[in-house]
């Protein structure tokens, strides 16, 4: 009896799940399906859609328009420089937060995650007038410097949760070993804490690669990522739903792939210290 | 050389004074233990020393250079930690080499000596291992390894044996008085166990409250006890205390008398009890009598096979030459 329950729960659990499951990854699907039709088939009722001819034809019409490499350079350094930068800052931050704390260490972290509390577009205007005036305005390197910003209080928190779980014995037998703070930090940190430094980079590689806010509003044709890249295909225009579908599967495919490879880092990442 | 003169050296934490200001020497070749109860300022003291705490007042010298504002890493001491701290993500053999790495030795040399301290420490088949693939004890001789190779002045020893089961213990505690005869290198040793003060230090300093209480080697220490505290924490089981009339007829507030100082027998002695718990240890057995007006049972060691049992009557006599008195102070008096 109580084995045929547990059965019954497990398998209305598995519907549920797969329920839920599809429903999120619904919209991506659906991107998928129309980026593959044409762009008469992409506006017929959704039924119909399903089972209209396939085709190719938008990710050429795409690839025409626009250039999409430029855009995928564009958006790999920026979320690649972007992590990078924000790491060099936030290793020797996070480290000093971890192991000499002050008093007001606690307060410096909540400090730095409420400035993620307040809307960009506040700020948005500011930055602008900014970049305008220093000439970094739709340039890769106004972007890296904006994005790290924006992504330091995240890099900062996870970096500085991993290192305190780092025992502090060991960096001050380093300290006993002869180890400057340059050595102990590179030959003890931060390779125990690589597992974790590497889901905060993945994390921060796709935040920046996603990042659409800054990289719309200050960019125009230079430094412009896939982000810009999906948006011009849409209302400007008027609604070209294959070629933009084709345009986003374009856009996420890469962030898509390696996140799916970098999985099992991810989701460690993600859960850190959730048990305990 | 390893000569470390602590001169008036005192910590704070914010507003607590963890450590009074004190004077201490230890010469070189020495082996000192810093010994007393949990909370006593015997770890803070070594990390002062190691340069791992900034103290507050005070001088710190070594070999006569005044090491007081100096990092660690440039004081030419190793230490062992109680956690052993060893690199998790190095290979033995790296662990070991690490102080070498960083004062920058050629790789012939840093081989041939992490060779010679594995092959002391019979670590030499576990070079390639990583710390997680090894046993307590064989961690502890890593650790003693990374120590040993850069060739320091002094060793900090930090409450090494606790993590180790009791067996254990007692054979790592002879290897590293081996080490120490061996190297003739100053050594600093920290714990809470007064066995393992006895048995390893040239010089013992028994620490309370941050306040040194005494100063000397193993026998000074158990034959003239400066005062109350010390000549309750060294020597095992504890000594035993009368205070009253017993004390009175000494001329002192307070005699002690130490359980294999005293004889017992089931006829005759001044003092009469009535046995309590015994411990048999095969050597010894240990009686704890209950006097009347007592409320702590006195502790009486016997040969090892005298034959009493709970509640028999017990005559005690106490050795009259090796009773301790002290004042109402508690400090003692000759």
């Known amino acids: 009896m109580a084995r045929e329950v547990t059965r019954q729960q497990k398998s209305v659990n598995t519907v549920i799940g797969w329920g839920l499951g599809l429903l999120m990854f619904f919209p991506i699907i659906w991107i998928a399906v129309l980026a593959f039709k044409s762009e008469g088939d992409a506006i017929r009722a959704p039924f119909e859609v399903l089972f209209s001819s396939w085709t190719f034809e938008s990710f050429g019409a795409v690839q025409e328009r626009s250039d999409y490499f430029k855009h995928f350079t564009n958006s790999v350094i920026i979320s690649l420089g972007s992590t990078l930068v924000g790491l060099v800052i936030a290793i020797p931050a996070a480290w000093s937060m971890a192991f000499v704390p002050a008093k007001h260490t606690k307060n410096v972290l909540m400090w730095m995650l409420s400035t993620k509390m307040l809307p960009p577009v506040g700020v948005l205007i500011p930055i602008y007038l900014i970049f305008r005036d220093t000439g970094l305005l739709d340039t890769q390197i106004g972007l890296v410097i904006v994005l790290t910003l924006i992504n330091l209080p995240i890099i900062i928190w996870m970096l500085y949760t991993y290192f305190r779980e780092i025992p502090g014995e060991i960096l001050e037998a380093a300290r006993m070993d002869g180890a400057g703070l340059r050595e102990e930090v590179l030959f003890v940190l931060v390779p125990m804490a690589i597992p974790g430094m590497a889901s905060t980079v993945l994390l921060n590689i796709i935040l920046a690669w996603n990042e659409a806010f800054w990289t719309l509003n200050l960019t125009a044709a230079n430094a412009a990522p896939l982000t810009a890249f999906i948006a011009s295909y849409s209302s400007p225009e008027g609604l070209f739903y294959a070629k933009l579908s084709a345009a986003s599967i374009m856009a996420i495919a890469p962030i898509l792939i390696m996140g799916w490879f970098s999985q099992k880092q991810l989701v460690r990442g993600l859960t850190f210290g959730a048990v305990k | ?334």
């Open chain 2, 1 to 334: 050389m390893g000569r470390i003169t602590l001169n008036k050296v005192q910590k704070a934490f914010g507003d607590t004074e963890v450590i009074p200001p004190l004077d201490l020497s230890i010469e070189d070749g020495e082996f000192v233990v810093f010994v007393g109860p949990s909370g006593c300022g015997k770890s803070t003291l070594l990390r002062l020393i190691a340069g791992l705490e900034d103290v507050t007042t005070g001088q710190i010298q070594i070999d006569g250079a005044d090491t007081t504002a100096m990092p660690p890493a440039k004081r030419g001491l190793a230490m062992v930690f109680q956690s052993y701290a060893l690199y998790p993500h190095m290979s033995v053999r790296k662990n070991i080499a690490f102080p070498l790495r960083m004062a920058k030795l050629d790789k012939a040399e840093q081989d041939r000596r992490v060779e010679a301290a594995a092959n002391v420490l019979n670590l030499t088949d576990y070079l390639d291992r990583r710390p997680g693939q090894l046993s307590g004890g064989q961690r502890q001789r890593v650790a003693i390894g990374r120590a040993i190779v850069r060739e320091p002045a002094a060793f900090l020893f930090d409450e090494p044996l606790s993590n180790l089961d009791a067996a254990l213990r007692v054979g790592m505690r002879l290897e590293i008085s081996e080490l120490h005869e061996r190297l003739k290198t100053t050594m600093i040793y920290v714990t809470h166990d007064q066995v393992e003060a006895m048995t390893m230090a040239d010089k013992i300093v028994v620490l309370r409250a941050g306040n040194i209480e005494q100063v000397g080697s193993p026998l000074e220490l158990y034959r003239a006890p400066r005062n109350l505290f010390v000549a309750g924490f060294i020597g095992s089981p504890k000594m035993n205390f009368l205070e009253g009339e017993e004390a009175g007829k000494h001329g002192a507030h307070t005699i002690g008398v130490r359980p294999e100082h005293i004889e017992p027998s089931p006829t005759t002695g001044p003092w009469q009890g009535t046995v309590g718990v015994s411990e048999h240890l095969g050597s010894d057995t240990f009686f704890h009598v209950h006097m009347d007006g007592r409320s702590d049972p006195i502790t009486v060691r016997a040969g090892g096979e005298i034959d009493m049992h709970y509640g028999d009557k017990i005559f005690l006599t106490p050795d009259d030459t090796r009773i301790h008195k002290f004042d109402t102070a508690g400090l003692r008096i000759d």
